[in-house]
Nanobody, 132 residues
């Protein structure tokens, strides 16, 4: 059984930092592109960042570029999202997702468009709340 376990969310003041983790089991981790998505109340889910299985490159939503950093630890089957200089508009439920077709995750992240395809696997979400 494939599982993605997201953790690390919480309440933080504006300007603060959090690190999210997404641990995967039951899948060939390095063959999957992993992405972070977020959904705020009343808004559509948007791609935040991803790390490609094909070349290891990371991609970011423009609004988080320079503030968020995604990394991958293949030995632990875990990806991380270090979030610095958090803003109230970063408040959302953050989900990690995995797919073995990189474009499915890269495209919504780099184009800031709504995800319109099914992805292979999703984690359960972790809530990030940034107070002003």
């Amino acid at each position: 059984e494939v599982q993605l376990q997201a953790s690390g969310g919480g309440l933080v003041q504006a300007g603060g930092s959090l690190r999210l983790s997404c641990s995967a089991s039951g899948l060939p981790f390095d063959e999957y592109t992993i992405g972070w998505f977020r959904q705020a109340p009343g808004k559509e889910r948007e791609g935040v960042s991803c790390i490609s299985s094909s070349d290891g490159r990371t991609h970011y939503l423009d609004s988080v570029l320079g503030r968020f950093t995604m990394s991958r630890d293949s030995a632990k089957n875990t990806v991380y999202l270090q979030m610095n200089s958090l803003k109230p508009e970063d408040t959302a439920v953050y989900y990690c997702a995995a797919d073995n077709e990189p474009w499915k995750i890269i495209h919504p992240v780099v184009t800031a468009t709504t995800l319109r395809v099914e992805l292979d696997y999703w984690g359960q979400g972790t809530l990030v709340t940034v107070s002003s």
